[in-house]
C-alpha cells in the first residue's frame, strides 16, 4: 500500500505540474479537501461553498469519487476544468455527480453551485478519504486530486488527528510541495 501510494503520488506530480510547465497555467484555481475516514470533509465543503452540494452521512467512507463544485459563472467543465492540461485527470472521464457509478473509479463528478460565494475561478473538491479499508479502491482518485490542487485542505478529526497513516500523507503531501491548511472538525465546543 505505501509503495502503490508514493508511486502514484511520485507519478502525478511529475505529471501534472510537468504539464503545468509546459501547457500553462490554469485560470482556475484548484481548493481540494482532505482527509481520513469520517472526518467530516463534506461537511467541510458544504461549509466553503456555502450551500449542500456535497453529500453527507454519519458513516464513514460515503464518497467514493473526487468531486469538483464550481461557481455558475465559471467558465468551465469537461477538460476545461484543467485548461490545456492533458495530463491531469487523464485515466478519468468527467460526468454529473448524479450519475457517479459506485463500481466505476475512473470518473470524477463534476457539479456546479447555485451561488457565487467562491470566487469563479475557484474550484472545490470533495475527495474519498485516505485511510478506510475501501481507500486502495480510490486511491487514484485521492492522489490524483491532491496534485491538481493548489491547496489542500486537510481535514482532522480529534479522534483521529495523530492517526500514523495520515500523519504518512501529511508528510508525504508536504515534501511534495503541496500546500496545506489544516482544518480540526468535530471538536467539542468547549
Known amino acids: 500500500y505505501r509503495f502503490k501510494r508514493e508511486f ?69 467543465g469537461g477538460r476545461r476544468l484543467f485548461g490545456d492540461n492533458p495530463y491531469a485527470f487523464h485515466r478519468f472521464h468527467a460526468t454529473s455527480i448524479a450519475v457517479l457509478d459506485h463500481a466505476q473509479f475512473d470518473q470524477y463528478g463534476e457539479g456546479r453551485l447555485s451561488s457565487n460565494l467562491l470566487p469563479a475561478h475557484v474550484v472545490l473538491w470533495d475527495m474519498p478519504d485516505c485511510d478506510a479499508t475501501e481507500s486502495r479502491k480510490y486511491m487514484h482518485a485521492v492522489v490524483e486530486t491532491v496534485m491538481a490542487a493548489d491547496v489542500v485542505v486537510y481535514v482532522a478529526s480529534v479522534e483521529k488527528y495523530a492517526m500514523s497513516h495520515i500523519v504518512e500523507w501529511v508528510f508525504l503531501l508536504h515534501e511534495a510541495g503541496v500546500e496545506l491548511l489544516e482544518c480540526l472538525n468535530k471538536t467539542r465546543q468547549r
Open 8 to 76: 502514484l503520488l511520485t507519478e502525478a506530480l511529475l505529471r501534472i505540474r510537468v504539464g503545468r510547465l509546459v501547457y500553462g497555467n490554469n485560470e482556475l484555481r484548484h481548493l481540494a479537501v482532505f482527509g481520513g475516514n469520517n472526518v467530516g470533509k463534506s461537511t467541510v465543503v458544504n461549509i466553503l461553498a456555502g450551500e449542500e452540494v456535497a453529500s453527507t452521512s454519519p458513516n464513514g467512507g460515503h464518497t467514493h469519487h473526487a468531486q469538483a463544485f464550481f461557481s455558475p459563472s465559471a467558465q468551465t
